[in-house]
């Protein structure tokens, strides 16, 4: 009777080595399944958490490599390839992109932007004003001979364009003619705000009056690295992103006074970017990598958490809280970015809108499942009853009464023999 207890217990330890790791690991490596998942959640100490889920990928005609830009208007999103021209994806859905039209743009596409139905696409040598009105056939309208060797440094403003240091008359559709000249430089941007004009030369970011659109007048300037490239405007502030200047990374601008823009933050983020983008809190950069940088108190921006780490990113676009991510010689990735407050791999925003899952409990339907996880198998994250199949909650609840049986009868039958 007592080698039998005994071999009982022993059958209890070894059921508990063999099952324990798995709550363990349901438990404390939520990062670990989330990554075997294609999400990224970041967590810094003392710092919100921000996932990126990975949704698809997206090809189309061979257009998805080599996008140096993305503009999103509406349900629209706009791709530039710098060897092949723009791209036309209907975002109606905006987890999954639909191929709408493209068109074919001699040379290499350097720069471009979008307003109503017309796009100014510049070329390494020739400016262009297509006509989007059909989004499934664009076409080429007029053209002005142009060289253009930088990036990012298109924007407009009712019938005029600038033009990374040029003002084109894009009144006449069919015949664009260069009007005026604004002193800027290598990858230097230029950004049209309401009634002002934002550009860089290798040394400031200015900001312009543009009363006279074909006279625009300095209000002020701000010493913002060497070749600010990338800009974006936020409710009286401007993120800066410096081309060359890895020692500055981003700077956060107060605009509110055009004729006195002050320094409020900068902070390091190690490496050039030529795209950033303002969404919901964070400012979004592709630093080579994905990376995110809280902005929600603009004083004291948390440090740059670095989201995608696969290969180098050439450009990213975002609407609402989707992001693209366009990387050397791969697919358009398509992905879910924000603040992650539970930690589950789904952002506050879309448990809330999409999935209808609590943001403040990992595991909605209490079924031993991250939302995350359950979003990602394609189970239901509030149906306790439905969850993915590998499960090791329920595996280990089968596994050990089973266990206990099996070798309490083996016991039995060996003591029952020795007798
Ligand atoms: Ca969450
Ligand atoms: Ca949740
Ligand atoms: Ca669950
Ligand atoms: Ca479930």
């Given at each position: 009777?007592?080698?039998?207890v005994?071999?009982?217990?022993?059958?209890?330890?070894?059921?508990?080595?063999?099952?324990?790791?798995?709550?363990?690991?349901?438990?404390?490596?939520?990062?670990?399944?989330?990554q075997?998942l294609?999400?990224?959640?970041?967590?810094?100490?003392?710092?919100?958490?921000?996932?990126?889920?990975?949704?698809?990928?997206?090809k189309?005609?061979?257009?998805s490599?080599?996008?140096?830009?993305?503009?999103?208007r509406?349900?629209?999103?706009?791709?530039?390839?710098?060897?092949?021209?723009?791209?036309?994806?209907?975002?109606?859905?905006?987890?999954?992109?639909?191929?709408?039209?493209v068109?074919?743009?001699?040379?290499?596409?350097?720069?471009?932007?979008?307003?109503?139905?017309?796009?100014?696409?510049?070329?390494?040598t020739?400016f262009?004003?297509?006509?989007?009105?059909?989004?499934?056939?664009?076409?080429?309208?007029?053209?002005?001979?142009?060289?253009?060797?930088?990036q990012?440094?298109?924007s407009v403003?009712?019938?005029?364009?600038?033009d990374?240091?040029?003002?084109?008359n894009?009144?006449?559709?069919?015949?664009?003619?260069?009007?005026?000249?604004?002193?800027?430089?290598?990858h230097?941007v230029?950004?049209v705000?309401?009634?002002?004009?934002?550009?860089?030369?290798?040394?400031?970011?200015h900001?312009?009056?543009?009363?006279?659109?074909?006279?625009p007048?300095?209000?002020?300037?701000?010493?913002?690295?060497?070749?600010?490239?990338?800009?974006?405007?936020?409710?009286?502030?401007?993120?800066?992103?410096?081309?060359?200047?890895?020692?500055?990374?981003?700077?956060?601008?107060?605009?509110?006074?055009?004729?006195?823009?002050?320094?409020?933050?900068?902070?390091?983020?190690?490496?050039?970017?030529?795209?950033?983008?303002?969404?919901?809190?964070?400012?979004?950069?592709?630093?080579?990598?994905?990376?995110?940088?809280?902005?929600?108190?603009?004083?004291?921006?948390?440090?740059i958490?670095?989201?995608?780490?696969?290969?180098?990113?050439?450009?990213?676009?975002?609407?609402?809280?989707?992001?693209y991510?366009?990387?050397?010689?791969?697919?358009?990735?398509?992905a879910?970015?924000?603040?992650?407050?539970?930690?589950?791999?789904?952002?506050?925003?879309?448990?809330?809108?999409?999935?209808?899952?609590?943001?403040?409990?990992?595991?909605?339907?209490g079924?031993?499942?991250?939302?995350?996880?359950?979003?990602?198998?394609?189970?239901?994250?509030?149906?306790?009853?439905?969850?993915?199949?590998?499960n090791?909650?329920?595996?280990?609840?089968i596994?050990?009464?089973f266990?206990?049986?099996?070798?309490?009868?083996?016991?039995?039958?060996f003591?029952?023999?020795?007798?």
């Open positions: 009777m007592r080698r039998r005994n071999l009982l217990l022993l059958s209890l330890f070894i059921c508990s080595i063999i099952c324990l790791p798995n709550f363990s690991l349901a438990i404390n490596g939520r990062t670990n399944i989330l075997e294609d999400i990224n959640l970041v967590t810094t100490d003392g710092t919100p958490q921000i996932s990126c889920r990975q949704i698809r990928t997206f189309a005609n061979n257009m490599t080599y996008i140096t830009q993305i503009e999103i509406g349900n629209y999103m706009y791709m530039l390839n710098f060897y092949y021209g723009l791209h036309i994806l209907d975002i109606t859905n905006r987890s999954d992109p639909i191929s709408v039209g068109i074919e743009i001699p040379g290499l596409s350097t720069g471009f932007t979008v307003d109503g139905d017309y796009a100014y696409v510049q070329s390494s020739v262009y004003v297509v006509d989007i009105s059909d989004r499934s056939a664009p076409v080429s309208v007029g053209n002005l001979a142009k060289s253009y060797d930088g990012n440094g298109i403003r009712g019938n005029f364009v600038y990374r240091g040029s003002i084109i894009v009144t006449d559709k069919t015949n664009p003619e260069i009007v005026d000249s604004y002193n800027t430089c290598y230097g230029s950004k705000v309401g009634d002002y004009l934002f550009y860089s030369d290798s040394n400031y970011l900001m312009a009056d543009l009363t006279n659109a074909t006279n007048i300095d209000t002020s300037n701000i010493t913002a690295g060497k070749s600010a490239d990338a800009i974006e405007y936020h409710n009286g502030l401007v993120f800066v992103q410096s081309f060359y200047d890895v020692d500055y990374g981003v700077k956060i601008i107060d605009a509110t006074d055009p004729y006195n823009l002050t320094l409020v933050a900068e902070t390091d983020n190690a490496s050039y970017a030529d795209d950033l983008i303002y969404n919901n809190g964070y400012v979004y950069t592709n630093t080579w990598r994905l990376s995110a940088l809280n902005v929600t108190n603009p004083e004291a921006p948390t440090f958490i670095h989201l995608h780490n696969k290969e180098l990113i050439y450009s990213i676009g975002m609407s609402e809280f989707y992001v991510i366009s990387m050397k010689d791969s697919d358009l990735i398509v879910s970015v924000g603040y992650d407050k539970d930690g589950d791999g789904l952002n506050d925003v879309e448990e809330t809108t999409v999935f209808l899952t609590d943001p403040n409990n990992p595991d909605s339907d079924d031993g499942y991250l939302d995350g996880e359950e979003v990602v198998a394609g189970t239901d994250p509030l149906d306790k009853r439905d969850h993915p199949r590998t090791n909650f329920s595996n280990s609840y596994v050990i009464p266990a206990i049986a099996a070798i309490y009868c083996i016991t039995h039958l003591t029952k023999k020795r007798k």
